[in-house]
Nanobody
Framework: QVQLVESGGGSVQAGGSLRLSCEVA????????LAWFRRAPGREREGVAS???????TYADSVKGRFTISQDNPKNMLYLQMNDLRPEVTAMYYC????????????????????WGQGTQVNVSS
């Protein structure tokens, strides 16, 4: 059963914007932390932004001030607004939900404790 479905990726020129969306079919009682990750070709997966149940957010230094994570619980949606896009953010973007609450919400998820989507590709050209 697919529990997370991302959309909104695409190809844009540098300086443009994209809004990623993630449909979250995970019980609200298990949504301890929601986050966006990305993996660029030849690079490790990295956390981009996270948000917890009380809307406290964490961002990677490289995206602070340009990306905004938000959630709409009644609509079961997670979003990532990305502004002033740069070529170096080209990557596959994944949404993920951490289903355990014993650790603070962060940009580091354990695969055994989380659910992941299939990803949406973002390409930024110069």
């Amino acid at each position: 059963q697919v529990q997370l479905v991302e959309s909104g990726g695409g190809s844009v020129q540098a300086g443009g914007s994209l809004r990623l969306s993630c449909e979250v079919a995970v019980s609200p009682f298990l949504r301890y932390c929601l986050a966006w990750f990305r993996r660029a070709p030849g690079r490790e997966r990295e956390g981009v932004a996270s948000i917890n149940a009380v809307d406290a957010t964490t961002y990677a230094d490289s995206v602070k001030g340009r990306f905004t994570i938000s959630q709409d619980n009644p609509k079961n949606m997670l979003y990532l607004q990305m502004n002033d896009l740069r070529p170096e953010v080209t990557a596959m973007y994944y949404c993920a939900v951490e289903t355990v609450g014993w650790k603070p919400c962060s940009l580091h998820f354990r695969m055994d404790d989380s659910v992941w989507g299939q990803g949406t590709q973002v390409n930024v050209s110069s």
